[in-house]
T-cell receptor, first 114, second 116 residues
Framework: DAGVTQSPTHLIKTRGQQVTLRCSPI?????VSWYQQVLGQGPQFIFQ???????GRGNFPDRFSARQFPNYSSELNVNALLLGDSALYLC?????????????FGEGSWLTVV | AQSVAQPEDQVNVAEGNPLTVKCTYS??????LFWYVQYPNRGLQFLLK??????LVKGSYGFEAEFNKSQTSFHLKKPSALVSDSALYFC??????????????FGSGTQLTVLP
């Protein structure tokens, strides 16, 4: 079975631009989360969606938004990009429901803002 | 609020020797604890988790971790290290008070280097 898939794998954007990152969860998983990992740090929680509803949001500005589609795939949008948004963006999926469910991560999307 | 501390940025061990990567946590309720490994320029791979039950948890690639509630620790261990175990290791915790999102809070990571 395919794991969590993310696209694109690498991208370069200019300050002020907007970016959309995409994620397909593991088949049967209904919960998708997004994390930002800045070089040298642990991942930081951005959003969680379950059954197409936002269930949680981390300490990120309103420039960050996300949504989950009926097929449980998800998009993360970042507007008005700043240099500090350069990071690895990780999507993760889980069955959802029980908090003991394992969260599985994709390979990430490397975003460089210049 | 939940938090995780990985007190060692770097751990070096000789191949064949036992390894330990330390993790302590802070939660308001019962912790769910996870270990992930990250190879260079890759995503996170799940190693093991503690939810409830036996304090010694066995996971992938021969790794295990011991949950110690009194010391609020969840150290990752392996009896005999391999050069291929060299990677960045993250401990993560999830606290589950009512109504919270089910996000993971990660430590800052520990770079494990196994020397041949």
């Amino acid at each position: 079975d395919a794991g969590v898939t993310q696209s694109p794998t690498h991208l370069i954007k200019t300050r002020g631009q907007q970016v959309t990152l995409r994620c397909s969860p593991i088949s049967g998983h209904k919960s998708v989360s997004w994390y930002q990992q800045v070089l040298g740090q642990g991942p930081q929680f951005i959003f969680q969606y379950y059954e197409k509803e936002e269930r949680g949001r981390g300490n990120f500005p309103d420039r960050f938004s996300a949504r989950q589609f009926p097929n449980y795939s998800s998009e993360l949008n970042v507007n008005a990009l700043l240099l500090g948004d350069s990071a690895l963006y990780l999507c993760a999926s889980s069955l959802g429901g029980a908090s003991g469910n394992t969260i599985y991560f994709g390979e990430g999307s490397w975003l460089t803002v210049v | 609020a939940q938090s995780v501390a990985q007190p060692e940025d770097q751990v070096n061990v000789a191949e064949g020797n036992p390894l330990t990567v330390k993790c302590t946590y802070s939660v308001s309720g019962n912790p769910y604890l996870f270990w992930y490994v990250q190879y260079p320029n890759r995503g996170l791979q799940f190693l093991l988790k503690y939810i409830t039950g036996d304090n010694l948890v066995k996971g992938s690639y021969g790794f295990e971790a011991e949950f110690n509630k009194s010391q609020t620790s969840f150290h990752l261990k392996k009896p005999s290290a391999l050069v291929s175990d060299s990677a960045l290791y993250f401990c993560a915790v999830r606290d589950v008070p009512s109504g919270s999102a089910r996000q993971l809070t990660f430590g800052s990571g520990t770079q494990l280097t196994v020397l041949p």
